[in-house]
């Protein structure tokens, strides 16, 4: 083929799939239009998702009827003026993408009266095509309804999840923008019922409240506010850029690093990364290496696999921070990243250390921890599944072993105590093995649950021969964050299948009235929110089924946990159980659940051969 120009309408859909890739794009970009035009209320109704029908209303400047049309058209804007402009950037805005992105890939109508106009304008445009303007009635402010996006766009339109996931990526967005402007009033109506509003007293704690429940919210540590000027790191590879900061004063200037915000204490931790909300300069960036750095300032503090709550802030100067980056300005480029990441760091080290010293793990004053019943904090349950015979009858005496030629993968083993409170340190045929307690119960619950889940889809079809479920005595309310709520909703099904019994109870409240059998000495309530946190979190389509999913999260959060003491008599009891199990030498996610020091090893370490 030659050569040739594109078409218009081709490359602004070419253009817009980098702004909008979702729904819950769309909702920022509204979003961060009203914001910018100063809107002290911002109300978002979403239906089917946001797929089908969305409307972004605002109590903001609005536009004058004059300007309208141009909003729509590309590259255009009110925000900056001129390329100097881009490292003074105060708003969200800047590219004069948004507006013609979205009516590129959908229908749009947007109604707006400019302040101080008397009468409001309404536009029409559909797929790229104007359709109509006229003069309308309308309050200050602006509407933004768009329908139908990607209808146009199959490809695009394929990779949505089911509605309850968009709508959970818009509830996240709420959320953000409820913790960054904490002054500013979101609400979020998903199939006109309302599922999120910030109460916009300007207080981020009341902020926190909504989003992440009241608990949590007062749990939270407030960092102490750190001002850190930063001079600029001379380690430039290009040596004729230090010649030009060194002639130009501009470039040679220190970076005033500001940070404030909540953090939650070391034992306050999710199971995913979501919880951390990062904002440079009010803007909510996904910034890997920034969030590497909060999380880093907990040092050991974190298990594995655990990772904090924090809300930031982190105020620069407009010119040490370069915004346009990519089209959807989620990502942030720092003249001195490593000046940032550091005074973070410092103010949430501070901060916890400030609150509780943070425990060092140190190597063992006492070889293995004595074995205790009575601080054990947890009893593992000694169910079997259905026709799996108990191990019990064969345990052998604690104190001898005889090699095994089980069939298993793991040898007879016998257990010695305990370490960290954490790893079983246990004797087998040829040398020390090391259990991971965490993730070797995860395996016996996996394949446990699997078990009785496939009793019940291929035996009986009475959901008593499934899942085992025990009734809880006293069915607490507990609170969702819209984004669990969506998470809920779009797996009640599975959930019901593996035995939690959930009941509406008012506006973002549930009753939970039954959970899985396996699950009972646990905390209930807290292993249900982490099932619900693990499954919004999982993205990826074509991975695995929900099914497998869900299973693997439900076994995540109500395994023994490392940190907790262990009796004796649950130690061995878990062992036997692992070595029961089809797999037992990894964990439902793939990673190890023992290690083996062998004697020949051991043997030649100490020189004995
Ligand atoms: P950008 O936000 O990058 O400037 P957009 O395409 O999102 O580009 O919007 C184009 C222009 O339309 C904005 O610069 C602003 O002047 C105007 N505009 C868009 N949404 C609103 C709104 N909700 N209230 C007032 N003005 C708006
Ligand atoms: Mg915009």
Same mark, same amino acid.
């Given at each position: 083929?030659?050569? $040739?120009?594109?078409?218009?309408?081709?490359?602004?859909?070419?253009?817009?799939?980098? =702004?909008?890739?979702?729904?819950?794009?769309?909702?920022?970009?509204?979003?961060? /239009?009203?914001?910018?035009?100063?809107?002290?209320?911002?109300?978002?109704?979403?239906?089917?998702?946001?797929?089908?029908?969305?409307? =972004?209303?605002?109590?903001?400047?609005?536009? #004058?009827?004059?300007?309208?049309?141009?909003?729509?058209?590309?590259?255009?804007?009110?925000?900056?003026?001129?390329?100097?402009?881009? &490292?003074?950037?105060?708003?969200?805005?800047?590219?004069?993408?948004?507006?013609?992105?979205?009516?590129?890939?959908?229908?749009?109508?947007?109604?707006?009266?400019?302040?101080?106009?008397?009468?409001?304008?309404?536009?029409?445009?559909?797929?790229?095509?104007?359709?109509?303007?006229? +003069?309308?009635?309308?309050?200050?402010?602006?509407?933004?309804?768009?329908?139908?996006?990607?209808?146009?766009?199959?490809?695009?339109?394929?990779?949505?999840?089911?509605?309850?996931?968009?709508?959970?990526?818009?509830?996240?967005?709420? +959320?953000?923008?409820?913790?960054?402007?904490?002054?500013?009033?979101?609400?979020?109506?998903?199939?006109?019922?309302?599922?999120?509003?910030?109460?916009?007293?300007?207080?981020?704690?009341?902020?926190?409240?909504?989003?992440?429940?009241?608990?949590?919210?007062?749990?939270?540590?407030?960092?102490?506010?750190?001002?850190?000027?930063?001079?600029?790191?001379?380690?430039?590879?290009?040596?004729?850029?230090?010649?030009?900061?060194?002639?130009?004063?501009?470039?040679?200037?220190?970076?005033?690093?500001?940070?404030?915000?909540?953090?939650?204490?070391?034992?306050?931790?999710?199971?995913?990364?979501?919880?951390?909300?990062?904002?440079?300069?009010?803007?909510?960036?996904?910034?890997?290496?920034?969030?590497?750095?909060? !999380? $880093?300032?907990?040092?050991?503090?974190?298990?594995?696999?655990?990772?904090?709550?924090?809300?930031?802030?982190?105020?620069?100067?407009?010119?040490?921070?370069?915004?346009? !980056?990519?089209?959807?300005?989620?990502?942030?480029?720092?003249?001195?990243?490593?000046?940032?990441?550091?005074?973070?760091?410092? +103010?949430?080290?501070?901060?916890?250390?400030?609150?509780?010293?943070?425990?060092?793990?140190?190597?063992?004053?006492?070889? &293995?921890?004595?074995?205790?019943?009575?601080?054990?904090?947890?009893?593992?349950?000694?169910?079997?599944?259905?026709?799996?015979?108990?191990?019990?009858?064969?345990?052998?005496?604690?104190?001898?072993?005889?090699?095994?030629?089980?069939?298993?993968?793991?040898?007879?083993?016998?257990?010695?105590?305990?370490?960290?409170?954490?790893?079983?340190?246990?004797?087998?045929?040829?040398?020390?093995?090391?259990?991971?307690?965490?993730?070797?119960?995860?395996?016996?619950?996996?394949?446990?649950?699997?078990?009785?889940?496939?009793?019940?889809?291929?035996?009986? #079809?009475?959901?008593?021969?499934? !899942?085992?479920?025990?009734?809880?005595?006293?069915?607490?309310?507990?609170?969702?964050?819209? +984004?669990?709520?969506?998470?809920?909703?779009?797996?009640?099904?599975?959930?019901?299948?593996?035995?939690?019994?959930?009941?509406?109870?008012?506006?973002?409240?549930?009753?939970?009235?039954?959970?899985?059998?396996?699950?009972?000495?646990?905390?209930?309530?807290?292993?249900?929110?982490?099932?619900?946190?693990?499954?919004?979190?999982?993205?990826?389509?074509?991975?695995?089924?929900?099914?497998?999913?869900?299973?693997?999260?439900?076994?995540?959060?109500?395994?023994?946990?490392?940190?907790?003491?262990?009796?004796?008599?649950?130690?061995?009891?878990?062992?036997?159980?692992?070595?029961?199990?089809?797999?037992?030498?990894?964990?439902?996610?793939?990673? #190890?659940?023992?290690?083996?020091? /062998? !004697?020949?090893?051991?043997?030649?370490?100490?020189?004995?051969?």
């Amino acid at each position: 083929m030659p050569i $040739q120009i594109l078409a218009s309408d081709l490359a602004d859909k070419i253009a817009a799939g980098e =702004v909008i890739e979702r729904p819950a794009s769309v909702v920022k970009e509204l979003v961060e /239009n009203s914001i910018d035009a100063g809107a002290k209320e911002i109300r978002v109704e979403i239906r089917g998702g946001g797929q089908r029908w969305m409307r =972004v209303a605002d109590d903001g400047a609005g536009i #004058p009827a004059s300007e309208v049309k141009t909003a729509f058209a590309r590259h255009a804007t009110s925000k900056i003026f001129s390329a100097d402009d881009l &490292f003074r950037i105060q708003t969200l805005g800047f590219r004069g993408e948004a507006l013609p992105s979205i009516a590129a890939v959908a229908r749009v109508t947007l109604i707006t009266r400019a302040r101080g106009e008397e009468s409001g304008t309404q536009i029409k445009v559909d797929g790229g095509k104007f359709l109509d303007q006229r +003069a309308a009635g309308a309050p200050a402010g602006t509407i933004v309804s768009v329908e139908d996006l990607f209808r146009h766009v199959p490809a695009r339109l394929k990779f949505l999840k089911v509605p309850a996931t968009e709508a959970g990526h818009s509830a996240d967005l709420l +959320a953000a923008c409820a913790l960054g402007f904490p002054h500013l009033r979101f609400s979020l109506v998903n199939d006109d019922r309302l599922v999120f509003q910030s109460p916009g007293t300007g207080n981020l704690i009341d902020a926190m409240v909504k989003v992440f429940g009241v608990e949590i919210a007062s749990a939270m540590l407030q960092v102490q506010e750190t001002n850190v000027i930063a001079s600029e790191a001379k380690q430039s590879p290009y040596s004729n850029m230090e010649i030009a900061s060194a002639q130009n004063p501009r470039l040679a200037m220190t970076t005033e690093i500001h940070v404030s915000g909540f953090v939650s204490p070391p034992h306050l931790t999710k199971a995913t990364r979501k919880f951390i909300f990062l904002f440079v300069n009010q803007r909510w960036v996904q910034d890997r290496a920034l969030a590497h750095a909060a !999380v $880093q300032a907990y040092h050991t503090a974190l298990m594995v696999g655990r990772y904090p709550i924090v809300v930031l802030n982190i105020n620069v100067p407009t010119d040490a921070v370069d915004v346009n !980056v990519h089209p959807t300005k989620a990502q942030v480029r720092f003249r001195d990243p490593s000046a940032i990441f550091s005074a973070v760091q410092r +103010a949430v080290r501070a901060t916890i250390t400030a609150s509780a010293p943070i425990p060092a793990v140190n190597f063992p004053t006492r070889d &293995f921890a004595r074995p205790n019943a009575e601080d054990s904090q947890l009893a593992i349950n000694l169910q079997r599944p259905h026709g799996v015979p108990s191990p019990a009858s064969t345990v052998q005496s604690p104190d001898t072993y005889t090699p095994t030629h089980s069939h298993t993968d793991l040898p007879m083993l016998r257990v010695l105590g305990q370490i960290f409170s954490t790893y079983i340190i246990a004797e087998g045929p040829d040398g020390i093995y090391l259990v991971d307690q965490h993730a070797a119960h995860e395996r016996v619950l996996y394949e446990q649950l699997r078990a009785e889940r496939a009793g019940a889809q291929t035996l009986a #079809p009475h959901a008593s021969a499934g !899942v085992a479920m025990q009734d809880l005595l006293d069915p607490a309310p507990i609170q969702l964050t819209p +984004a669990q709520h969506a998470a809920l909703d779009a797996n009640k099904e599975t959930l019901a299948a593996y035995g939690f019994r959930i009941e509406p109870f008012g506006n973002q409240t549930i009753l939970l009235r039954a959970v899985p059998a396996a699950l009972k000495k646990n905390e209930p309530r807290a292993a249900l929110i982490e099932i619900l946190d693990e499954m919004e979190q999982g993205e990826e389509p074509l991975e695995k089924s929900v099914d497998a999913r869900l299973i693997t999260s439900i076994c995540k959060s109500i395994a023994v946990k490392g940190g907790m003491a262990m009796a004796l008599e649950e130690m061995r009891e878990l062992i036997r159980q692992l070595e029961q199990t089809a797999s037992p030498r990894t964990c439902p996610h793939g990673r #190890p659940t023992v290690i083996q020091l /062998n !004697v020949g090893m051991l043997e030649k370490e100490f020189g004995r051969k």
